[in-house]
């Protein structure tokens, strides 16, 4: 069973910028997309952005323009570059990654965006 592994949260003031990094523990010759979600308490898991196997990305209305998805070659990895960060972008974000057979989630990372 792959694993993923979410890293680069923290604190971040507003206007400021983090960068998050998804990491699955094997290759995925085959999925559908690979995605960042986030949550706050209380709320539902909503979408923040996804890139599918062929590249192509989507993202929320909320950070388009802010926030960027990639991944690398090896498609083991994927990131999420967030600029202009903004308090309402406070929450843990999960990644995770839809497959023909599964949907594989990570544990979550911080992210807090606060003066």
């Known amino acids: 069973q792959v694993e993923l592994v979410e890293s680069g949260g923290g604190l971040v003031q507003p206007g400021g910028s983090l960068r998050l990094s998804c990491a699955a523990s094997?290759?995925?010759?085959?999925?559908?997309?690979m995605g960042w979600y986030r949550q706050v308490s209380g709320k539902e898991r909503e979408l923040v952005s996804i890139?599918?196997?062929?590249?192509?990305?989507n993202y929320a209305d909320s950070v388009k323009g802010r926030f960027t998805i990639s991944r690398d070659g090896a498609k083991k990895t994927v990131y999420l570059q967030m600029n202009s960060l903004k308090p309402e972008d406070t929450a843990v974000y999960y990644c995770?990654?839809?497959?023909?057979?599964?949907?594989?989630w990570g544990q979550g990372t911080q992210v807090t965006v606060s003066s």
């Open positions: 995770n990654v839809r497959r023909y057979a599964d949907t594989v």
């Open positions: 890139i599918t196997s062929s590249g192509a990305t």
């Open positions: 094997e290759t995925l010759p085959s999925f559908i997309y």
